[in-house]
T-cell receptor, first 113, second 115 residues
Framework: DAGVTQSPTHLIKTRGQQVTLRCSPKSGHDTVSWYQQALGQGPQFIFQ???????QRGNFPDRFSGHQFPNYSSELNVNALLLGDSALYLCASSFSGLKETQYFGPGTRLLVL | GENVEQHPSTLSVQEGDSAVIKCTYS??????FPWYKQELGKRPQLIID?????GEKKDQRIAVTLNKTAKHFSLHITETQPEDSAVYFC??????????????FGKGTKLSVKP
């Protein structure tokens, strides 16, 4: 049984570029949440997808957008990258009956130069 | 919105000693409190959680206690081992029809267990 997977593992971009990160949830899970973890900090909630719709959103600008596909996998898109977007981006999956019990993927380390 | 404070930021113990990490939360509507362990370069791993209808939960060497009145919860690790060394995060959420699952995290506690 595969756990939560994310791709790519690492990414280097320059300011102003756009990036797409991908996540496949754990088998049996249908809800995907995205978090940003800056160095030395706890994860910060970006948004949550369920039934292919954004259900909740944290305090992040519209440059951050997402999508969920019929197979429950999800993408996080960030436009007009800023230096401050450099962080570990974590995807967490859960079952819709217990959305708060979340299991994390290994993350994508994004460096913006 | 919810705010979670976590203390201490660093904790160093001798192997075999106990370790206690404490968190406070601000929103009395929060009812789910998980703890995650994150080793260097790895994903946060859910190690134990507690819901507001329970005061204490144990799983082998780890336990979590919750005081709803004071709005704080704690992680207790007994008989610590070097492999317990990691950063531990507490979190709070309103599950069961509340905000439906967004986790608010503390800033983490770096635990070092010295052999």
């Amino acid at each position: 049984d595969a756990g939560v997977t994310q791709s790519p593992t690492h990414l280097i971009k320059t300011r102003g570029q756009q990036v797409t990160l991908r996540c496949s949830p754990k088998s049996g899970h249908d809800t995907v949440s995205w978090y940003q973890q800056a160095l030395g900090q706890g994860p910060q909630f970006i948004f949550q997808y369920y039934e292919e719709e954004e259900r909740q959103r944290g305090n992040f600008p519209d440059r951050f957008s997402g999508h969920q596909f019929p197979n429950y996998s999800s993408e996080l898109n960030v436009n007009a990258l800023l230096l401050g977007d450099s962080a570990l981006y974590l995807c967490a999956s859960s079952f819709s009956g217990l959305k708060e019990t979340q299991y994390f993927g290994p993350g994508t380390r994004l460096l913006v130069l | 919105g919810e705010n979670v404070e976590q203390h201490p930021s660093t904790l160093s113990v001798q192997e075999g000693d106990s370790a206690v990490i404490k968190c406070t939360y601000s929103d009395s509507a929060s009812n789910y409190f998980p703890w995650y362990k994150q080793e260097l370069g790895k994903r946060p791993q859910l190690i134990i959680d507690i819901r507001s209808n329970v005061g204490e939960k144990k799983d082998q060497r780890i336990a979590v206690t919750l005081n709803k009145t004071a709005k704080h919860f704690s992680l207790h690790i007994t008989e610590t081992q070097p492999e317990d060394s990691a950063v531990y995060f507490c979190a709070a959420s309103m599950g069961y029809g509340g905000s439906q699952g967004n986790l608010i995290f503390g800033k983490g506690t770096k635990l070092s267990v010295k052999p």
